[in-house]
């Protein structure tokens, strides 16, 4: 079963909306509470006050998600640098995916970023167990500045699709600013997938695009991870605790 992770700020109140709980049906989720601490205060510290009250929060969501069912669990962190945090934790739950929450209903209408420098075929696999056998439709999305063989790369990422009973069609934006057309193009749907992207000097300087991409719309958007080889670090022998504490 493929693995996603619901990162929420649990003690700000952050929840899940009933449309993104029923899209994410055939995943197994971690959902991470975290909390960002202050840099003078100790983890230890913050779980001693919070812990308990975060705790009654996660197990009410990873109700939502199945964990009655055996399809999710929950974990529970304060750490200093949150970034460092999710792809930490992501590896150790051997996460194929995670979620920016965002507010959605019923997803009808999927739209699957495929620009850039993103493990196109994982996205593809991906989108290919999320939807199933639902009535979802998809459509697939690329700016490039190569019509050709941006026209080429979304009919062969359709096809795959398409044989396995998705209901697909293709859009390319060429010539356009990728994250403006990309945005534009959000607005007919329900939900975004798109692929994570190894981070560049705009990311470090403008955030990372796939954040950009959900301040800018309203529903969820779920990151494809770009590779599971980072993944090899962590002990997956070793089951990490529901609740720990991250200095990182």
């Known amino acids: 079963m493929t693995r996603i ?4 700020a649990i003690l700000e109140g952050e929840s899940v909306s009933a449309g993104l709980t029923t899209l994410l049906e055939p995943m197994y989720v971690t959902v991470l509470g975290y909390h960002v601490l202050p840099e003078q205060t100790p983890p230890d510290q913050a779980r001693l006050q919070f812990e308990d009250r975060a705790t009654d929060a996660l197990e009410d969501l990873a109700a939502e998600f199945g964990a009655d069912e055996g399809t999710a669990d929950y974990r529970l962190v304060f750490t200093h640098n949150k970034k460092q945090t999710f792809d930490r934790v992501a590896a150790e739950m051997r996460s194929d995916a995670y979620a920016i929450p965002g507010t959605t209903g019923p997803v009808d209408q999927l739209l699957v970023a495929l620009t ?11 989108v290919t167990e ?3 056998d639902r009535d979802i439709g998809v459509t697939l999305f690329l700016a490039t500045d190569d019509e050709h063989a941006g026209q080429e790369s979304l009919e062969a990422a ?3 699709l398409f044989d396995a009973g998705l209901h697909v069609r293709t859009e390319l934006a060429v010539d356009e600013p990728p994250l403006e057309a990309l945005v534009d193009a959000a607005a007919d749907h329900d939900a975004i997938v798109m692929g994570e992207r190894a981070p560049s000097l705009r990311s470090l300087i403008f955030g990372e695009e796939t954040e950009r991409v959900a ?4 529903g969820p958007v779920l990151v494809v991870r770009n590779t599971a080889d980072r993944d090899d670090t962590a002990d997956a022998a070793d089951q990490p605790s529901p609740s720990d504490v991250d200095d990182s």
């Open 158 to 160: 359709a096809v795959t």
């Open 116 to 126: 850039g420098d993103v493990a196109v075929d994982r996205i593809v696999s991906f």
């Open 130 to 132: 999320l939807v199933g």
């Open 215 to 218: 301040a800018e719309s309203v």
């Open 5 to 8: 992770l619901v990162p929420l």
